[in-house]
């Protein structure tokens, strides 16, 4: 197991539930619907945890957003891993609908989830799967805490799809097969 810890961001609370935003939190969902992981709060920060049955641990911290690199330092303190160790699954307004870009370290892109998780790390190298949710016209938090769009929900639905896929590549054939994947769909 490449990647024992897999962290998906996103807001809490049902107001968000669906948003732009929370694409890290559906991907988790769904995978650990998928693949028999319960989630339960996790004793060490303020976040869920769920467990699946290959060992990988799934993470959401509750935190808002903008706060969430506390519960992923404070979960690669508390199962003794280090950061190349995670995976985070987020989503990106630089990338179309539907897009998928994994990476094994590198800038937030200006992404304040990831620069959280940046701050609380100490570093920008940790792997990150970002999942494109359009570009905004203007106003960009309007946009990420926006619900997708009748038409744009099939789309998000093969993205979430894909994206367990991609996750589960990098647990079997590593980060560099999963990328190739990635590329070889686009």
Not at 24 to 38: E, S
Not at 125 to 132: K, S
Not at 154 to 183: H, N, P, T, W, Y
Request: hydrophobic residues 45%; positive net charge.
């Amino acid at each position: 197991m490449l990647f024992p810890l897999v962290v998906g961001l996103g807001n809490p609370g049902p107001e968000y539930d669906s948003t732009r935003h929370n694409f890290g939190f559906m991907v988790l969902n769904r995978w650990a619907a998928a693949d028999g992981g319960v989630w339960r709060a996790a004793g060490f920060a303020n976040a869920r945890l769920a467990w699946l049955a290959s060992g990988v641990r799934l993470l959401q911290p509750l935190d808002y957003m903008n706060c969430s690199g506390a519960a992923v330092g404070a979960a690669l303190g508390w199962f003794k891993l280090a950061p190349r160790q995670a995976l985070v699954v987020v989503d990106d307004v630089n990338l179309p609908l539907g897009h998928l870009r994994l990476r094994a370290g590198g800038s937030s892109g200006g992404h304040n989830g990831l620069k959280s998780v940046e701050v609380a790390l100490g570093t920008q190298e940790y792997a990150r799967l970002r999942g494109g949710v359009g570009g905004a016209d203007g106003d960009l938090v309007g946009h990420v805490l926006g619900r997708f769009a009748g038409g744009e929900r099939e789309i998000l639905e093969q993205m979430i799809i894909r994206a367990i896929e991609v996750l589960r590549c990098c647990q079997s054939q590593g980060l560099a097969s999963a990328a190739a994947k990635i590329k070889n769909e686009t």
